[in-house]
């Protein structure tokens, strides 16, 4: 029998975590020295009070649905991807090779492509990792962590010695061009009629990211792929017994765990610099584990907690303008919510475990 | 490549191979007694910070060397807490704390030096001298055997020397003491060292503390041995190879040894060659910095003798669900 | 309830343990409910209960493994408290787990000293525990080689290992909890001798098991435990095993599987050769054949661990080997493609497996979606790529009527319910397809009195129905109640084929020790144990 | 409006390029009581948005250090007529961009004299940060201020890498000083930004000599840091805020503005004697008047002096 109700584990446990966070993060910003209300009025300004913070942050936040779905399926099979950050830096080269090197007529033609490249390069860095896992049982925590530093290297490699305009000194691709770039939430939601900043950088990605969410739970609870999946999370002899494959499912999984987070790319890399630069990805890959964790692995909560942490980022890096506060403060807040929501996640439970118990007794 | 030269190159190896030594032994205390470490790297971090931001404010290595030891256990004890007490996903706790001190120490530098994240340089009692040893300088002369002596082995930081040291310690304690056996039992089956009257906590919080002491004396020894002074994020993603070196030394502390001294070759020769002209191809320098990286998901895969872990490794010991 | 002493010694000598109103619940679990004993010294006190039914629970108190919600240990007389295992050691109690507590990889002389060394130096107290182990061995015929590894030894000198762990660290108290499940009949009466041994020495033991025989072979005292509390305790000599049942039961059972005489037909399963290496190169299964018939129950009888569970694996599909398997005459492949749980049961196999919780079952999963395991593709199931749940809810309470799962909720998880509900949601899943062939792995472990006889009553339908039924369990009892033909396994062969009606649990025993006969020589323990401790015996 | 200075990934205090910059606005803001805003980058994916927030926020004029900042302003600049972009070591073509350049070579140049005048092992060294033509430009100087004074002279050039994680890599920069001090050599130029920190302290610790960059890095090891090789960023960067505002356009800054030069304080004067400051102040004044042409790397992609 559950000893809490699903509510409670669900969403009482993560915010409790997430209030501790940042009860913490007050702290450290005292600390310091500064003044924690004056911060987080600052960063609720800077990151909600204007289009142009919102536009911020939701062009944060599509990063962060991508990786933290692409977690997210993994962890349903109970496979921990930490190699959303290369996967995702490989779905840029593949956005780069696609905008770069094909000469597209209009954008609506070469999102499609964009998407599919992403797609198939990240699903691509994260195949030999799932490969090695199914057939050799090598542990994926720590292939996939090889695999980001390996796809590191590769890109520099690349960029320094291939993909660089001639000229040019910044390791960085040139410009896609004007035909490739995405529409700004600016323009899509001026053919509403709605005012939105033209600075910010969200664009229709953020919709193709909702799409993504709601793909994923189609997949995830409503398919017979994401029956055996879930099957194969919960017991791999079970599984087993029931005809799944273990082998497919773990490369499955990796597969599409990949390819989502590599259609991070069309966010960072086609929709907002419009160019490949070095560590474009920036730790989305890693903040997908905390958005992941916080929203319990369900699209939704994903949605969701990507939202917090793009607020986070957008609001941190108003920190860093406008304050003394340096933008490393929001790795620190980032690290105490992956901490207490990931790690320490039974340090809330117990107690409330334990309230739920005495309670029954005493029923009885 | 004349001798020189090799032995300039070795000589790297040795300083390079030290900060992944020590994490690799920490990495080895830690997943021996069953509790994973992914979080190498920030402790190795946050005592790098911390010792040299001591050193720098007291004027004495040695102080800094005693901070940045207490940071570093500070983040084990985090650990500790999530992965023993509270039974966390070690993993992600690791994860955790790897961001907490690269957050940390930028916070904390800044605040208190406001240099951009950095310490101030350090300058001498604040910084691990060279150590020569003994007849270093009469010997110098001998063919061969002068120059391993006095190049090679000589002139290190005394962190250097430490590190060497703690690999037949580590494998004295582990092997041959009360201490070693009931830690490898921990990290095979739990459940017998605890029927066996011995507490799993203690022995792998005992564990856990000193991974913090040798991911402490590994970070002091990047920021006051091999540099003068805290950078952000300088170390580089050493945490990381230390625990691949771990892998490639199947958990062992002299395997970890070679494997860490491999790695630092590989570290030693993309520092002076950016890319390795061998004729028919150029190997570019990227493909140096991988190899570590690369070679330890051959090692994974199995197909250059197979690595197996502690049994225990990652799962916290529950007794009643 | 009564505290009890045996013949011989005075009645005043105060009890070597005495525990009172001891209470431990694990989360909503009641495990032990006010639980009250006194276990005299110098005697063999038994402690008989249903699966379940917090034999090793309360066991484990003792020990200190777990710690008691209420409740007071005495010892000798004192009030001790035990928080810790290392408390129990000092207070003489020596335990052997039903699960045993042994480092895989370390030697059994390192298993030994593990807790107990002298000082911080290691190589001292591995010599001294040598020499001790070597008088241990002889006092007490516990013969194991001190540097062989744990993963090396088979579970009989496992089992040594433990006992010799106890003794080392002086135990005046030693407590077995379900010592014979892992040995072969012989090997039973072997630890049973040893045990009288210790007992003759003054020790005292207490011996768990949920078999009525062991009880009354060689325990003094019997306590009997029901759901959680603590229903008797009685003399053994004073009671019979109908009684003992009723009180592990609360009623009165039926110890017979009724049953019309089995009119075997045509071979459905014919097996050749049957070979399967596991992971780690071991071979589990060296050439096995065998066949099953329609309309009859085939047993297959044998320690845990001698390739039965390989055997029901390779036959449902989830793991591969070689040889020829036949089912109807069609060849199955056993290795590559088609060699799935998926394709075994589009071709006409049910399986029912040996452990619901790890297999049989997703527990996180509600009912509904748990009769659809292993059946997801299913096109009564399904609708495209996507699952058909309105349909899988409605087949799911048509069955969870018709086998009476309680309650009958489709959407609870599995988890939620007891573990005889369990095991009949798979066994609806499996029978209600009516398979040529049911593979069923021990139907009725950790399932109470009442569901037994469903249970039991299911499978001689199927086979009533002209099916073929693989049964395997390691309950010989049951193998007898229920089978028509038997097949005894032993170290992943087969030992040899009986007629249910013409073979008892002698026979068998020693079938199962991989021994044709009795041997002339020595008592059959000596030659088992030896035969075992050469051939590897099971693992 | 408020000006705005962003300082590229070494950070504003490398004790070289950026602090250079800094050092630069502090002395306007000190100067005049005014403020100015300031980030440092801590990844390559912030420059967009840090232009864009000083650009929205009505700074003006926005000041960036490195030529990494080129391709962010080509594609924020249009967006922002009315502020004026300022590329320190970059190009951009736009009519609101301001693109400085200096004229590292001729520096170099005279440090390499120096080098020269102050080696007694007829082997120098230069460490470069990421090898491109600009690091590549102060080497090609360097070697032919080195060769002008002692044409046989060795000098062991090495960059640190490829990507910008070269300019904060000290451990590395003190490797590379082990091994070109190996090899010989007794005087190294670091053109490296903040790896450059790491070869100094390394060179000071073997007790050979140094040259500084950018800044004048002579005190951070009195009596070892034989000088530095002055690039005024901190000239440029006061000059356009003392202005209040700047136009669009290309602006070189050489030998004869000041633009370069190479220091001489109280911690190096004992190194520099007499003679060799009359050689090098005449080699200056060579340069300033045609006299001398030192060649500049960027102009051909190729060095007489040097090979890479
Ligand atoms: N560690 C545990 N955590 C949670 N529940 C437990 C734990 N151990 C036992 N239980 C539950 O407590 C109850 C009593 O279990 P226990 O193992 O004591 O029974 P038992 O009489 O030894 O049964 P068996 O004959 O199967 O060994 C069962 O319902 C069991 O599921
Ligand atoms: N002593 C007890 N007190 C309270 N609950 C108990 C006790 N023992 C078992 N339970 C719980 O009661 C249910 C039945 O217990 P168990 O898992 O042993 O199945 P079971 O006895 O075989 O049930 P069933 O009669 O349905 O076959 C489970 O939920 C179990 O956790
Ligand atoms: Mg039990
Ligand atoms: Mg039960």
């Known amino acids: ?364 | 490549m004349d001798f020189l030269t090799i032995i300039q190159i070795l000589d790297s190896t040795l300083r390079l191979a030290t900060p992944l030594l020590l994490a690799c032994l920490a990495g080895l205390f830690s997943e021996r007694a069953g509790v994973i470490d992914i979080g190498l790297e920030g402790k190795m971090l946050i005592a790098a910070f911390t010792s040299a931001a001591i050193a720098a404010m007291t004027g004495s290595v040695w102080i800094g060397l005693l901070a940045g030891i207490g940071a570093s256990i500070l983040l084990s004890l985090v650990h500790g807490l999530a992965s023993i007490t509270f039974r966390g996903n070690q993993l992600i706790s690791g994860v955790a704390i790897n961001f907490l001190a690269s957050g940390l120490t930028v916070l904390v530098a800044q605040t208190w030096f406001k240099q951009g994240g950095r310490t101030p340089s350090l300058m001498g009692g604040a910084r691990f001298e060279q150590i020569r040893l003994p007849f270093a300088n009469e010997i110098i002369d001998i063919p061969i055997f002068g120059p391993i002596y006095a190049e090679l082995l000589s002139g290190h930081s005394i962190l250097v020397y430490v590190g060497l040291l703690c690999v037949p310690l580590t494998w004295y304690v582990l092997f041959r003491t009360r201490f070693g056996l009931r830690l490898r039992a921990v990290g095979e089956n739990p459940a017998a060292v605890d029927t066996a009257g011995v507490s799993v906590a203690g022995i792998r919080y005992a564990a856990v503390i000193i991974a913090g002491v040798l991911c402490g004396i590994a970070g002091a020894y990047l920021a006051t041995g091999l540099q003068a002074g805290f950078v952000k994020d300088m170390t580089a993603g050493r945490g990381y190879m230390a625990l691949a070196a771990l892998i490639f030394a199947k958990w062992r502390p002299w395997y970890a040894l070679y494997a860490t001294l491999l790695f630092g070759l590989l570290q030693a020769l993309a520092l002076r060659y950016q890319n390795i002209d061998l004729g028919v191809i150029t190997i570019p320098v990227q493909f140096m910095d991988s190899l570590p990286y690369i070679l330890t998901v051959v090692i994974l895969a199995g197909f250059v003798g197979r690595a197996i872990p502690p049994r225990a490794g990652g799962q916290p010991y529950v007794k009643e669900r | 309830m009564t505290g009890s002493e045996i013949q011989g010694r005075p009645e005043t000598a105060a009890p070597a343990i005495e525990l009172r109103g001891i209470s431990k619940a694990f989360g909503p679990v009641q495990a032990n409910k006010d639980i009250s004993i006194k276990v005299a010294p110098g005697t063999i006190h038994g402690i008989i209960g249903e699966n379940g039914a917090g034999k090793s629970t309360l066991m484990s108190i003792l020990y200190g493994f777990y710690k008691a919600d209420r409740g007071e240990i005495l010892i000798g007389g004192k009030p001790t408290t035990i928080p810790d295992s290392q408390a129990a050691i000092a207070a003489g109690i020596g335990m052997v787990f039903q699960h045993f507590k042994l480092v895989e990889n370390f030697t059994v002389l390192e298993n030994i000293v593990l807790g107990a060394e002298d000082g911080a130096r290691l190589t001292p107290s591995l010599a001294k525990a040598r020499k001790a182990l070597t008088a241990l061995a002889e006092e007490y015929e516990l013969n194991v080689d001190p540097d062989a590894l744990i993963e090396e030894i088979g579970v009989g000198a496992q089992q040594r290992v433990e006992i010799l762990k106890a003794l080392y660290r002086r135990a005046d108290i030693l407590i077995l909890d379900e010592p014979t499940g892992v040995l072969t009949p012989p090997e039973a009466d072997h630890l049973f001798r040893i045990l009288r041994n210790l007992r003759e020495e003054g020790k005292t033991v207490i011996l768990i098991t949920h078999k009525l025989r062991e009880i009354m072979d060689v325990t003094d005292t019997v306590s009997v435990m029901r759901r959680g509390e603590m229903t008797a305790t009685v003399k053994t000599a004073e009671t019979s095993p109908a009684e003992l049942a009723e009180l592990m039961v609360g009623r009165k059972v039926l110890l017979r599987v009724e049953k019309a005489p089995a009119e075997p037909g045509r071979t459905i399963l014919d097996v050749r050769d049957l070979t399967v290496t596991d992971g780690d190169g071991v071979i589990r299964l060296k050439g096995v054949s065998f066949d099953v018939r329609a309309g009859e129950i085939l047993g297959i009888a044998g320690v845990a661990g001698n390739g039965q569970s390989e055997l029901l694996e390779v036959l449902g599909g989830m793991r591969e080997g070689t040889g020829e398997v036949r089912l109807n005459d069609a060849p199955l492949p056993l290795s590559g493609r088609g060699a799935d749980a998926r394709t075994r049961r589009q071709a006409g196999i049910g399986h029912v497996p040996e452990d619901r919780h790890r297999e049989g079952l997703i527990l996180d999963y509600a009912a509904w979606e748990n009769v659809a395991f292993g059946y997801q593709d299913d096109p009564a199931y399904t609708s495209g790529l996507f699952m058909d749940n309105k349909a899988i809810r409605a087949d799911t309470e048509a069955k969870m009527k018709r086998f009476d799962v309680r309650p009958p909720n489709p959407d609870l998880a599995a988890k939620n319910f007891s573990g005889g509900n369990q095991q009949k949601v798979v066994l609806a899943r499996e029978i209600e397809r009516s398979p040529e062939l049911l593979l069923i792995g021990q139907p009725t472990r950790g399932v109470d009195i009442g569901a037994i006889e469903f249970i039991h009553e299911q499978i001689v339908a199927l086979r009533d129905q002209g099916k073929a039924i693989l049964l395997v369990s390691v309950e010989l009892e049951e193998i007898l109640a229920l089978s028509d033909r038997i097949v005894v396994m032993f170290d992943g062969r087969i030992m040899g084929e009986r007629a249910a009606a013409a073979t008892d649990e002698r026979e068998l025993g020693l079938l199962m020790a991989g021994m044709e006969s009795a041997p002339a020589d020595k008592p059959a323990w000596q030659a088992a144990e030896e035969h075992l401790d050469k051939n590897g015996g099971s693992a | ?308």
């Open chain 1, 1 to 364: 029998m559950d000893v809490v109700p699903k509510w409670v584990d669900m969403l009482l446990v993560p915010l409790i975590s997430l209030l501790i966070a940042f009860a913490l993060s007050g702290l450290v910003i005292v600390a310091i020295g500064e003044d924690p209300v004056a911060a987080l009025k600052l960063m609720v300004t800077g990151a909600l009070g204007s289009t142009y913070g919102w536009g911020y942050t939701l062009y944060y936040a599509t990063n962060f649905i991508f990786t933290g779905l692409a977690v997210a399926v993994a962890f349903h099979a109970r496979l921990f991807n930490i190699g959303g950050e290369g996967q995702a830096t490989l779905g840029g080269l593949g956005v780069a090779l696609i905008a770069l090197y094909i000469p597209w007529p209009h954008w609506a033609l070469a999102l499609p492509a964009a998407m599919i490249a992403a797609a198939l390069f990240g699903a691509a860095w994260a195949w030999l990792p799932g490969v090695l896992q199914a057939y050799r049982g090598s542990h994926i925590v720590i292939t996939t962590i090889m695999f980001n530093f390996i796809a590191g290297g590769l890109l520099n490699y690349l960029l320094v010695n291939h993909m660089r305009p001639p000229g040019s000194m910044d390791p960085s691709t040139a410009r896609f061009p004007e035909a490739t770039h995405l529409p700004t939430l600016h323009d899509v939601l001026g053919v509403f009629g709605i005012e939105f900043s033209r600075a910010a950088p969200a664009n229709i990605s953020f919709l193709i990211a909702i799409l993504a969410c709601v793909f994923v739970w189609a997949l995830i609870w409503r398919t017979r792929f994401g029956y055996e999946l879930r099957a194969y999370g919960h017991s791999e002899p079970a599984a087993v017994y029931a005809g799944i494959s273990p082998k497919r499912i773990v490369v499955w999984a990796m597969l599409i765990s990949g390819a989502l987070a590599g259609m991070m790319a069309i966010n960072n890399v086609m929709g907002e610099a419009e160019r490949l630069v070095l560590n474009a990805v920036e730790g989305a890959g890693f903040i997908g584990i905390a958005v992941a964790l916080m929203g319990r692995n369900h699209p939704l909560g994903v949605l969701l907690a990507a939202i917090l942490f793009g607020f986070l980022y957008q609001g941190g890096a108003e920190l860093a303008l406008w304050t003394a506060i340096p933008r490393e403060l929001i790795v620190v807040i980032q690290a105490l919510v992956i901490l207490l929501t990931g790690a320490l996640d039974n340090m809330v439970r117990m107690p409330i475990e334990r309230f739920y118990i005495a309670r029954r007794l005493r029923r009885t």
């Open chain 4, 1 to 308: 409006a408020e000006p705005a200075l962003i300082y590229d990934l070494g950070g504003k205090y490398d004790k070289s390029f950026n602090e250079s910059a800094f050092n630069g606005a502090q002395r306007w803001a000190d100067e005049t009581g005014e403020d100015f805003l300031e980030i440092e980058l801590s990844s390559e994916a912030q420059r967009e948005q840090a232009l864009r927030r000083f650009a929205e926020a009505g700074a003006n004029p926005i000041i960036t250090t490195g030529f990494a900042m080129s391709s962010p302003i080509e594609g924020v600049a249009p967006d922002y007529p009315d502020t004026t972009f300022v590329t320190i070591d970059g190009y951009v073509d736009a009519p609101n961009v301001l693109t400085i350049g200096f004229s590292e070579h001729e520096g170099s140049y005279l440090v390499g004299m120096l080098a020269a005048m102050a080696s007694e092992s007829d082997t120098v060294g230069f460490i470069g940060g990421m090898d491109v033509p600009l690091i590549r430009k102060f080497a090609c100087g360097y070697a032919q201020g080195v060769k002008a004074v002692k044409p046989e002279a060795t000098v062991i050039s090495n960059m640190t890498g490829t990507d910008p994680s070269a300019w904060n890599d000290p451990v590395k920069g003190s490797e590379l000083t082990k091994a070109q001090i190996s090899q010989g050599a007794d005087v190294i130029f670091a053109a490296a930004g903040g790896t450059g920190v790491g070869v100094l302290q390394t060179a000071a610790d073997e007790d050979i000599l140094s040259i500084g960059v950018d800044s004048n890095q002579n005190h951070l090891h009195p009596g070892k840091v034989l000088t530095s090789m002055l690039k005024r960023v901190d000239v440029a960067v006061y000059d356009i805020l003392k202005a209040g505002e700047a136009e669009g356009g290309i602006q070189t800054m050489a030998l004869e503005d000041d633009g370069v030069g190479y220091a001489v304080d109280d911690n190096n004067r004992d190194l520099i004697t007499e003679d060799m400051t009359s050689a090098v102040e005449e080699a200056k004044q060579q340069i300033i008047d045609g006299g001398v042409e030192v060649h500049d790397y960027t102009s051909d992609d190729s060095c007489p002096a040097l090979t890479f």
